[in-house]
């Protein structure tokens, strides 16, 4: 990722300059197409990939349509606990829940800022307190909060999952700790069956890098007959608050440019995605801080027809953590996907 918040993800791109802005990441990817890509593909599959940079491509839905407002069957409102209030995740998705409007944000959790009131949160008095995993526990069993947001870094929230154990709460883990458990939802709503999603009461949250890779690479993994080159940069929020030569502007410099326009497969597997856009031009990465989506451009092939470069884009404090817990709640809780996400 790039910027602090927004970011870029490159596949198969090589030239990249450096990035000062606080919220923004990068990722580039190098992808070879497989041999069956050819004019001789199955009208399932890309008929040929030139290199003028155009791509002939059948008809394609996209397998995983949006929700939408079909998935809304809840109006009333959820009481939200989140454990790490003081990240910057935390803080981006206090203001999110703060304009949703059924979500009520009841508990907020921090050891630094234990006994200081909530700024910026408008639907009610909140004070921080610092949650012991006994007193998530107890909260939980009392009925008192109905979806638990575990904005920790990795390694720190089990002992909270483990205590709320086989509660029927929905938990968001935003840490990467359960990302590779099967028996939680991986939570990227555009790839991963949203009904398995909205069926689900423990969702793991991906973050910006894995978002950004996974997004760009999904239309034509299919096609690709080798391991893909992921290049990554990130924004200092990425670091996270504490601060570190990771996070110091001033050694960081300005922005992140990738390549060119090749989109059709793009544009069919993303159809009616709110929060991807496909673009001709490669995305800047300062374009998207504070944007809730992801963009995904500048394709470009080689000479050789066998390597292709994507481009993509990504708030990582928006849809690589914030936004897309959310989008998640929103389909776990029963409210409208989008509901609360600013839309463009």
Same mark, same amino acid.
């Given at each position: 990722?790039?910027?602090?918040?927004?970011?870029?993800?490159?596949?198969?791109?090589?030239?990249?300059?450096?990035?000062?802005? &606080?919220?923004?990441?990068?990722?580039?990817?190098?992808?070879?197409?497989?041999?069956?890509?050819?004019?001789?593909?199955?009208?399932?599959?890309?008929?040929?990939?030139?290199?003028?940079?155009?791509?002939?491509?059948?008809?394609?839905?996209? &397998?995983? &349509?949006?929700?939408?407002?079909?998935?809304?069957?809840?109006?009333?409102?959820?009481?939200?606990?989140?454990?790490?209030?003081?990240?910057?995740?935390?803080?981006?998705?206090?203001?999110?829940?703060?304009?949703?409007?059924?979500?009520?944000?009841?508990?907020?959790?921090?050891?630094?800022?234990?006994?200081?009131?909530?700024?910026?949160?408008?639907?009610?008095?909140?004070?921080?307190?610092?949650?012991?995993?006994?007193?998530?526990?107890?909260? +939980?069993?009392?009925?008192?909060?109905?979806?638990?947001?575990?904005?920790?870094?990795?390694?720190?929230?089990?002992?909270?999952?483990?205590?709320?154990?086989?509660?029927?709460?929905?938990?968001?883990?935003?840490?990467?700790?359960?990302?590779? +458990?099967?028996?939680?939802?991986?939570?990227?709503?555009?790839?991963?069956?949203?009904?398995?999603?909205?069926?689900?009461?423990?969702?793991?949250?991906?973050?910006?890098?894995?978002?950004?890779?996974?997004?760009?690479?999904?239309?034509?993994?299919?096609?690709?007959?080798?391991?893909?080159?992921?290049?990554?940069?990130?924004?200092?929020?990425?670091?996270?608050?504490?601060?570190?030569?990771?996070?110091?502007?001033?050694?960081?410099?300005?922005?992140?440019?990738?390549?060119?326009?090749?989109?059709?497969?793009?544009?069919?597997?993303?159809?009616?995605?709110?929060?991807?856009?496909?673009?001709?031009?490669?995305?800047?990465?300062?374009?998207?801080?504070?944007?809730?989506?992801?963009?995904?451009?500048?394709?470009?092939?080689?000479?050789?027809?066998?390597?292709?470069?994507?481009?993509?884009?990504?708030?990582?404090?928006?849809?690589?953590?914030?936004?897309?817990?959310?989008?998640?709640?929103?389909?776990?809780?029963?409210?409208?996907?989008?509901?609360?996400?600013?839309?463009?």
């Amino acid at each position: 990722m790039l910027s602090g918040t927004s970011g870029s993800v490159r596949i198969g791109a090589r030239r990249v300059a450096r990035c000062l802005t &606080p919220r923004a990441a990068s990722i580039a990817i190098a992808s070879i197409p497989r041999a069956s890509l050819s004019r001789n593909t199955s009208i399932a599959q890309a008929r040929s990939l030139s290199s003028t940079g155009h791509l002939s491509y059948a008809i394609n839905t996209n &397998p995983n &349509p949006p929700l939408g407002k079909k998935n809304a069957s809840n109006d009333m409102p959820s009481r939200i606990g989140l454990i790490g209030a003081r990240g910057y995740t935390g803080q981006a998705l206090i203001d999110l829940i703060n304009e949703h409007p059924n979500m009520d944000l009841r508990h907020v959790s921090s050891r630094e800022l234990e006994g200081q009131e909530l700024k910026g949160y408008t639907k009610r008095k909140i004070i921080y307190e610092s949650l012991s995993p006994e007193e998530v526990a107890q909260l +939980d069993k009392d009925g008192k909060v109905d979806c638990w947001v575990m904005a920790l870094p990795n390694a720190v929230c089990q002992p909270f999952v483990e205590a709320l154990g086989q509660s029927k709460s929905l938990i968001v883990d935003l840490s990467a700790d359960y990302r590779f +458990d099967s028996t939680w939802a991986y939570g990227l709503p555009e790839l991963i069956q949203r009904s398995k999603i909205a069926q689900s009461t423990r969702i793991s949250n991906p973050g910006c890098y894995s978002t950004g890779s996974q997004l760009a690479l999904a239309p034509i993994l299919e096609h690709v007959g080798a391991m893909p080159t992921v290049f990554g940069v990130s924004g200092y929020s990425g670091a996270g608050t504490k601060p570190s030569p990771k996070n110091d502007i001033k050694l960081l410099h300005d922005n992140l440019m990738p390549s060119r326009d090749i989109r059709q497969i793009y544009q069919n597997r993303y159809a009616g995605e709110k929060l991807v856009k496909v673009v001709g031009e490669a995305p800047l990465v300062k374009s998207i801080q504070n944007k809730h989506g992801v963009e995904i451009g500048g394709f470009a092939v080689d000479s050789t027809g066998k390597r292709v470069v994507v481009c993509a884009t990504i708030d990582n404090l928006l849809k690589g953590a914030a936004t897309q817990c959310l989008q998640n709640m929103n389909l776990a809780l029963g409210y409208g996907e989008y509901q609360g996400i600013p839309l463009e």
